[in-house]
């Protein structure tokens, strides 16, 4: 998608300065993971007849915050009185909720649809629309993953979105059970939601 | 523990006219249960130098409610003014919340360590005193229990009360996520707090 041409304002740059920003903010290693959910993201947004320029856009962005230091993150929950709650978690949570604000105040992304989907794309939600969901599965499925179960991830997610974000969270949650990690409160939502009858 | 003598006007009879009680509002199996969970809840509360009085009752008392219809939950929901959310839940998270309830008002039964046992006694809490865990953990691995795992958990429940917890949430857990069961948002919390790092 190199020559995708941004022509909606969503971006006051080209997707070329855009890439810039990243390739400067991130590791390699992230970097090159950022360009393979904005690949996804598109294709999933071609198969859905999405936004194609706001999924490059989320795509690219939604690990803008991803290596920032905790001291930003908690720092802009206090600054921006957000939910003290967040104070209790860290970085997985941050960098898509509190993120979101980074994105706004320092790339100048102030469309709703998008930051919703930078909020929403680690944790899912009881209420999503197609972009959230399409970050949220791009995310999942792109092709640097090589987790057991993947393929049939990016199976279901271009036989119905709507199963792969089941998938994908009912993936993460036995994920986190298994290991004896903390779950946000907010994925059990979206677990009830998306997967449980 | 058939000569268990009630002495501490937590029940206004006998351990006998309980069992009575509990004989006549149960099935034949149930029945045996709340039997069996006396058991544990006496044999723990003997082992954590808890009191065995209130071990005996809550046991017996804790599924009291189970076998009430959809409609007397709901009509107690709505004339006591509980939380409407409890509406969107069923029997297995209305018999210990709103089963309190009835047990308060149709036993007798005013104590407060009591009845809190048999409100988290389904889902757990962050927080839970010795009498909470006692039930709760005694529900788990009583004698009639026959679940994988169940021989660990009953080694564990010895041991450590607080880990048996932990052994029963996860476990619990497992099986709702596994088989895409709706997770009451409270047994997330008590994962949080007696089983995550």
Same mark, same amino acid.
């Given at each position: ?11 006051? +740059?080209?997707?070329?300065?855009? !890439?810039?920003?990243?390739? /400067? ?7 090159? &993971? ?7 993201? #598109? ?20 690990? @803008?915050?991803? =290596?920032?230091?905790? %001291? *930003?993150? #908690? ?9 003290? %709650?967040?104070?209790?978690? +860290? ?5 898509? #909720? !509190?993120?979101? =604000?980074?994105? &706004? ?12 989907? #930078?909020?929403?794309?680690? *944790?899912?939600?009881? /209420?999503?629309?197609?972009? %959230? ?5 791009? %995310?999942?499925?792109? =092709? ?7 393929? /049939? ?5 271009? =036989?119905?979105?709507?199963?792969? !974000? +089941? ?16 779950? @946000? ?9 998306? !997967?449980? /009858?």
């Amino acid at each position: 998608m190199n020559n995708l041409v941004y022509s909606n304002n969503l971006f006051s +740059g080209t997707r070329e300065e855009l !890439v810039q920003i990243l390739k /400067e903010n991130l590791s390699e290693k992230r970097f090159q &993971h950022v360009l393979n959910v904005e690949k996804s993201a #598109i294709e999933l947004a071609q198969n859905n007849n999405g936004d194609i320029e706001r999924a490059s856009i989320a795509g690219l962005i939604h690990d @803008y915050a991803k =290596e920032r230091t905790d %001291d *930003t993150f #908690i720092s802009t929950i206090k600054q921006k009185h957000m939910d003290p %709650d967040l104070l209790n978690w +860290g970085n997985a949570i941050w960098h898509g #909720i !509190v993120g979101a =604000e980074l994105i &706004h105040d320092e790339l100048g992304i102030t469309d709703d649809k998008i930051l919703t989907s #930078i909020v929403k794309h680690t *944790t899912g939600d009881v /209420e999503m629309e197609l972009l %959230d969901k399409i970050v949220y599965v791009a %995310d999942f499925i792109e =092709e640097g993953r090589t987790f057991p179960g993947v393929l /049939e991830a990016r199976k279901k997610a271009f =036989e119905s979105l709507d199963a792969a !974000v +089941g998938f994908e969270t009912k993936h993460t949650l036995s994920y986190l059970i298994n290991t004896n990690k903390r779950v @946000y409160p907010k994925t059990i939502l979206t677990f009830n939601k998306w !997967v449980a /009858e």
